[in-house]
Structures are given as C-alpha cells and as structure tokens.
C-alpha cells in the first residue's frame, strides 16, 4: 500500500523514500491503529497469585453476597437500635449483657429486646440485632448490665450482606489490568483463578553489519547491540514478551527470511538497526513485499526519530526503528507503547492520559522547528524552590544521553519553542 | 520500647494501648525509617536481560571508549572539513571520490584533500576525514566527482571516539533502579552481567479467627483471605517477594511463634488481620515481648489506617495493619512502600516526590477532620473539560470500594476539607 493521508508537509525535505513529504506522529499513530486487526490474544486460566498485571479476559461477577451475613465494623455491642434512642451521658439507656460474639462463629442467641451482645469487629450479628454501639460510648455497671450513653440508628456500625459485593455484580470488567485490589476482591468472592490474555510475543530482529553481540569484542568499524536489549526491556515493560531473535546482515534475502518466519511466533515485530537509507529503503521494500497492506508509513515529522517505518503484514504490525538509542525509545513511547496495550486487549483507562508524569520548570530555553514533534530528554533536579528539567544535550545516537536522563518532554508539533522558567509535563522513564 | 516524641494528639482519644495519644503519619514514617538497620540486602550476579527493575549494587564503569572509533551520524560524504569552507550552491566544491565505506569494517585508505569518500550513518570515518557532509548537500557532477553545496565544520554529523561513554567514566551508579537504557548501556560496553541487590522477602502473616483461604466455603461468621493477597501483590509491586505463611489463630503462642520462624527468613513481617482492639494489643505485645526495641507506634492519625501499628525486632521491621482492605492499602502506600524502598538499596529520586499521579478536579465537597491525615479514594472520568475525581463512599471494610477506585488523594493533616471544584493530586492504583 502506498501512503494515502499525508498531512504534515515540512519544511520541503523528501522523506526517505523520495516521496516529498513526511506525516505528523499523530497520523501515522492514527494510520497504525486503524489497520491493527481487532483480534484479541488466546486467553489463559492462571491463578489469581500470578495475575497481576494481567488483563482480564472474562467478566468477573459475583456467585455470593458478600460479606454473607451483617458484620460489626467497630469493637463494640450489638443492639435492637430502638433500645438506644433517647440515650445520652445525662440519661443512659441500661441494657442486660448476654453472651459475648466470637470471631468466626455464628451466634447461638436471639437477642431479645433491651439485651445487648458484645461483640468484635468483624463478629456476626446476632439475630435481633440491627446495630453496633460503640465501645467508647457504654459504662460497664456490673457483670450483667451496661450504660449506653448515644444512640445508635438501625444499620449503624454493621457492613450489610451484600453491602461490599452484591450476587451477580460485577467485579472486574474485560480488558481491566488486574491490580492488587482486583486480586483482593477475587478471593473475597473465592474466586481462585481467572481468564487472562496471553502475553503479547513481539520478535526484536537486529540488523546491520557493523553490529555485534554484547558479548563481542568489536573491532575497528563494529558496534555492539545496544538497541535489542533496549527494546527488550521496554516491552517486558508493557508486559510483552520480547524475543530477541538475533543480529542478520543487512541482506535482502537474509531479513525477508527473519521476518517471514517470525509472522508465525510474533504479534509484533521490531526492526532494529539499518541506519542508513540504503537499508531503511531495502527493508521498508521487504515489509512492502510482504504487503497486506505493508507500508503505512515510512518518515514522521518526530525528533528524534523521523526515519521510523510503520505497517502491518498480515495480522501483524511491523516497525523499522532508526538506529539510535534515542530515536528507539522515543519510537516506542509514540507508536509501539500504544500499538502494544490496543493489541493486548487493554481497554484504556482515562482516555490515555500519560501518568508517570511530573512538573518541572525548564533550567534553560528550548528551540524546536515549527512542524516537527520534538522529545527533549530531561535531568529532574531538586533545588530549594521545586524541580527543575534540565535539558540533556547530545546526539540522539548516544545511549550515554538516555542514560543521563531521568524522562522527556514532548515540544508539540506547531510550537517553535519553550523558554526557561515555563513549566513542562516530564514523562519519567 | 515505649513511644517517645508524640507529635499529634487528636480529639482526645484514646490509642488502643490506652495511651492517650496517637502520633501523625509523619512522625510515625520518621520514627520507623530512623529505627531501620543500615545493613543493605545480599548482591546477586545475573545477566543484564534479567535486571530490569532490579536495584544496581555496584558502580559501572566503562573498561573502554564507546564508540571506539569516529562514526558518521548521517549518511553523507566523509571529508576534511577544511575543503568545503566557502561551499555554497553558487559557488560548490569540487571533490573527486574514493572507495566507499561499509558498514562494520575499517576503512582500508587514507583520505587526502580534495578527495571524499561516501560514508552510510554509522560508518567509520577513514584516517584524513574530519567531518560529513550530508547527502543532502552534494550533487553528483559524474562517477569520480561530485559538488559539495555547503561548508561543514570539523567534527560535524561525527561521533567522536568516547563521546557516548569515556574509558572509566561511571554509567550507572550504585542505588540505581535498572531502566531499559541502562541494560542497553551496559551492552554498548559489553558488560553482559550485573550485580545487584537481591529482591527483599517480605512474610505476610494473616490472623482473625473468622478467616478462611479463598478457596475454602466459608460458614456464618466466616469471611475469606483478601488481605494477604492484596499484600502480596503490592509487596510485588515494589519488586519484593510475597511470603505467604498461611492462616493463623488469634492466638498468643501461635502467632508469636509464627512471627519468630519468620524472623530468619524475612526482610520485613506484616501481620494481616487482628481488627478487634483485644488482637491489636496482643500483636503489639507479641511484637513488644520480642523486642529490641519492639513497638515503635501504635495509633496513627489516618484514616483510614488508624489503628496501624509499627514496630522493629532487631533488624526486621513488622507492621501491624488493620483489617480494613482500604486501611491496608493507605498503610502500605504510607509506611510500607518507603520502607521497603530504603532496605532495598534504592537511592530515592526526586526526594522521593510521588509518580504516576495525574491532576483532576474534585467532583464534590470532601470534608476530613484537623488532626488526621485523610486518604480519599476517587474514580477519575474523564469530561468534556477535563478531568474528575469523584469520591468513593462507602466503609472502609468494603474490598469494592478499592476496586471502584482509580486512586486516592490525600487531605493533609491540618485541612478541614476540599471544595468541589478544586484540583487534587490523584494518585492512580
């Protein structure tokens, strides 16, 4: 598919491919998501000890009231309400003491009228009983009777049957990340295992010729692998699974082979390296090749990473992501972050507000081109009068400078600059 | 240890020891980080794809230059930078062309004035060449000669050998919480293992008489485990282990014993559970009898979380949480969470200033009482003009209000409330 829908035209530079014109990070992130396939992942049964982070792939409801019967929420005694009104310090109400509420057990009694049980936090409510007085409120005045000294109303001090989760509510919606409470609240209602997504399998293939494993003693002219060990990370991340397929020579035939056979192992895949236009314009013609459709896009008005490739083959979304460190992590915040929580089935909360976000004012004046949707990489610093971001400078082929800072800012696209002292959102790595 | 320095005394009344007073959150968090061991946990070597989210345990330093040889940053021409000063389109300079340049070997020639050679981003700079000229900027005259547009400067669209790391420069200081570009870092100087701080073990020990596991059917009067799944799941979280010792009776011997064995195998002991005030005191005489020095706090002005209790046994810090599922949370956030950063060897960022939190407006009036820290749990929507938080109701007793929520704000200790209409700091679950 050739590219339809270009928006923003800057500044006159041809895009890698000589078409004349790059498009805007909001549209090419448009583009992506429109083509993903709706297919969710196959789901899995797992305990709820392990599903943390998980999303739901089934609607959790309730079989049971809970809790199953009136419990007291206070230490305390529990009465008929009516009993208590009228009852002040001045004119306490006496009430006769019958036996003590145990923890964990059902009381045997029916508290008859003007009797009184004490009773735990937590305890069952005798039958006959409709409320809880609270311990600081009652005098002891013998073995058998007691002050109350405020009233109560019916309902006071007891969680109802019900009143947490009623039966066939609804606990946990699909597509929910499960969070500790959601974990909570499945024992609660003695649910002990859940239907989950799958991880998402998304295959990192490293290319180029100058690349060596981390292992690797490189000689004069070789780098080693930076970017797939970059990537890995950031996907476990987003809770994927980051297969690392290994570095291939930029060869036509070498990557088309590494591509295809990872379409059947991969919901995602990551091309890495292939800096240059040569190799940019030969996998961008694999990906192409490919087709169904192929390319979405292929140059975005994005600092730094401009070169990034988008498109899908198939069922399966594919990205060819500049060579430096700097440009991978920016890519993968704009497009693959997104491209990864749509396909795992998350349905997003707070319409993808970022979090993981501070404010700091900025320590020195930023200039960015008109057209262009800028990622300056920030040190937070803590001075007497609040957080300052303090502008990394740098090539974006350094990985020293992502490791220097502590998150981006993002200059939007139409804004020239921001000046020293104005306060910028800083995404934290 | 009996309590020295109360700060906060609230409304007259009484902690559940009788003592008259209960401490703010701040004073009982300062009395519990001042009271920890200064020892850091066992170091761990493991490869660097395994360190993500793992605490650095020693400083990293480079053994070489990275890169280790000048590297184009463009695709372009490799020249002295010295023949092109004056270059304009007007008036270009004529250059003739050598041997091109591969990626991943050594250029075999040395270049001399006049002559450039085609270098691909990432290329290494043959001996003679300075700077290069963007691709961007040259013509072709014919196949041996080609027109350099515009003048370049030494150094430029160069990485110069050390730039990204010098030999002995420090990447990666001890304390630090590994980022994805901190593993991509250390494969750029092929360090393919790191040592870090092994993940602490925190034991979960969970009592109440009335408590069954998730998956038992509980009877009247009984309720099943939430709590110590919660607890779990957020000591996970934080990058601890969970420790789940199982159920046991509100019982002396019993739970003394159960906290004793845990001592030699945990960093950390919470105590799940206990809500009636007769438990309370028993685990804090437990926790007292142990010693050394024992309780440090017993009472905080929180809510909810109020009935907490703190305290140290030689070297592991226990916490004694309510039973509340929403006074488990707020204590884990308020003395759990910070106490766990400390012993894990992280070095705190930002003074510890909260992430993940986002700003939203207060959906409704919220009033709190002086004298207590209030945690308010809130749902985020999101409207047309913006954000809003809107209050849970609901017991503190109650898992669901936990689930229903997104996050909680927090009502300061000396606020009387907040105004519908104002903008809270929410920090998101």
């Not at 409801?61 to 208590?84: C, I, K, N, Q």
């Not at 797939?228 to 994927?240: C, H």
């Not at 996998?283 to 459709?293: M, R, Y």
């Not at 920030?378 to 490791?403: F, M, Q």
């Amino acid at each position: 598919m050739r590219l339809a829908g270009c928006v923003v035209i800057i500044d006159g530079m041809k895009d890698m491919l000589g078409r004349g014109n790059v498009i805007s990070a909001d549209e090419a992130l448009r583009l992506l998501l429109k083509g993903l396939p709706e297919k969710l992942p196959d789901k899995i049964r797992i305990p709820i000890e392990h599903a943390l982070g998980m999303i739901c792939a089934e609607e959790i409801s309730s079989s049971e009231d809970l809790p199953h019967f009136a419990r007291s929420t206070v230490d305390g005694y529990a009465v008929m309400a009516e009993d208590t009104f009228g009852a002040s310090e001045a004119m306490p109400a006496y009430m006769t003491l019958s036996n003590e509420i145990f923890m964990g057990e059902k009381p045997e009694i029916v508290l008859s009228r003007g009797r009184v049980c004490k009773i735990p936090t937590g305890g069952m409510l005798p039958a006959g009983a409709d409320s809880v007085v609270m311990l600081e409120y009652v005098q002891n005045v013998d073995e058998t009777m007691i002050e109350v000294l405020r009233p109560v109303v019916p309902g006071e001090n007891v969680i109802q049957p019900g009143e947490d989760v009623r039966k066939e509510e609804i606990v946990i919606p699909v597509g929910r990340k499960i969070r500790p409470q959601d974990i909570g609240a499945c024992a609660g209602i003695g649910i002990t295992e859940l239907t989950v997504y799958k991880r998402l399998r998304a295959s990192i293939i490293s290319s180029g010729d100058e690349i060596v494993p981390a292992g690797a003693l490189p000689v004069m002219g070789q780098v080693r692998d930076i970017n797939s060990y970059v990537l890995a990370a950031m996907l476990s991340e987003t809770g994927a699974v980051p297969l690392r397929k290994g570095i291939f020579r930029d060869d036509y035939r070498v990557l088309l082979a590494a591509i295809e056979s990872s379409l059947d192992d991969s919901d995602l895949i990551i091309l890495s390296g292939g800096t240059s236009v040569g190799t940019k314009d030969m996998i961008a013609k694999i990906i192409d090749d490919i087709g169904d459709p192929g390319i979405l896009f292929h140059g975005v008005s994005l600092k730094p990473g401009k070169p990034v490739i988008g498109g899908i083959m198939g069922k399966v979304p594919v990205f060819g992501l500049p060579g430096h460190p700097a440009a991978v992590s920016v890519c993968f915040d704009v497009f693959i972050r997104p491209v990864v929580a749509r396909l795992s089935g998350l349905r997003e909360r707070f319409g993808g507000h970022p979090v993981n976000v501070i404010k700091a004012r900025l320590a020195k004046n930023v200039s960015s081109s008109q057209g262009r949707e800028e990622h300056i990489r920030v040190i937070i610093e803590e001075r007497e009068d609040g957080l300052w971001a303090i502008p990394v400078l740098g090539k974006s082929g350094l990985i020293a400078t992502l490791v220097k800072a502590d998150g981006t800012f993002i200059i939007p696209l139409h804004i020239n600059g921001v000046e020293a002292g104005e306060v910028v959102e800083v995404r934290l790595f």
